[in-house]
């Protein structure tokens, strides 16, 4: 999944377009669909791309329920709220999914997925500044198994995470991970990361990757290398 984070719909066009062919979703976030609107998503969706809308939605019950009605319109394949919403809030998700259905405006469902705790997230973030006691990793965990009993189908995590999820939900719930970064990549703002070879070997389903592949001269290029660098043994 490319993170399509960019401040215009030119630009993100431009960049999709470099990838057209290359078989990897597009991530749509805050930047680019707050710049451009769901039209962003409906050009994209014509080029034969898959859209992951990354909007993180975190509200009461009733607003996620709208919002996920709204999205499902658009025809997105994947979509997120946060866990920290609470269980009612994600089951409101589903619920938006379902009305959008049963109104005929979406041909399908997407799939709802839950953000966990950010890849910029420390340890002494989550415990000194948002105020959650324990290991990281147990916090994360917990709120996996909250998005599960909700019914969503899986989760965004740090790659690092991703055993523990899968050993406490199954293989079959999905993980979403950010915080890759290729061999010899700037970290960024990222803090729990590993490589695309270590997600793939943690038992992750879909990498997130932004930066390395849209600020590198030859996008396609910075792709054709994280691919390899996924299969190589």
């Known amino acids: 999944m490319v993170a399509l984070d960019k401040p215009d719909a030119k630009a993100a066009v431009e960049l999709a ?4 062919g290359s078989g990897c979703w597009m991530k749509v976030g805050m930047e ?4 451009a609107g769901p039209a962003i998503v409906r050009e994209l969706k014509s080029k034969g791309f898959r859209i992951f809308l990354d909007l993180k939605m975190h509200d009461i019950p009733n607003t ?12 997105v394949d994947l979509f997120n709220v946060h866990a920290a919403g609470g269980t009612a809030m994600m089951e409101a998700a589903l619920e938006g999914v379902r009305d959008a259905l049963e109104a005929g405006d979406a041909e399908r469902a997407p799939l709802v997925i839950a953000v966990t705790q950010l890849t910029s997230t420390s340890q002494q973030v989550l ?8 290991k ?11 998005a599960q009993a909700a019914g969503l189908q899986g989760v965004v995590a740090s ?11 199954g293989s079959g719930f999905l993980t979403v991970t950010p915080g890759i970064r290729p061999r010899g990549a700037d970290v960024g703002d990222q803090i729990r990361i590993t490589t695309p070879r270590e997600a793939i070997d943690g038992g992750t389903d879909y990498l997130v990757i932004g930066r390395p592949i849209t600020a590198a001269s030859s996008p396609q290029d910075a792709l054709d290398y994280i691919l390899k660098e996924m299969t190589e043994s």
Request: charged share 20%; proline share 4%.
């Open 159 to 169: 790659p690092l995470e991703v055993p523990a999820i899968k050993s406490a939900c």
């Open 17 to 20: 377009d470099r990838l057209q």
């Open 127 to 134: 415990n000194a500044e948002i105020g959650i006691a324990g």
């Open 64 to 75: 996620v329920r709208g919002g996920a009605r709204s999205i499902s319109r658009l025809g």
């Open 136 to 146: 990281l990793e147990d916090a994360v965990v917990h709120y996996a198994k909250l």
């Open 32 to 35: 680019l669909f707050y710049a």
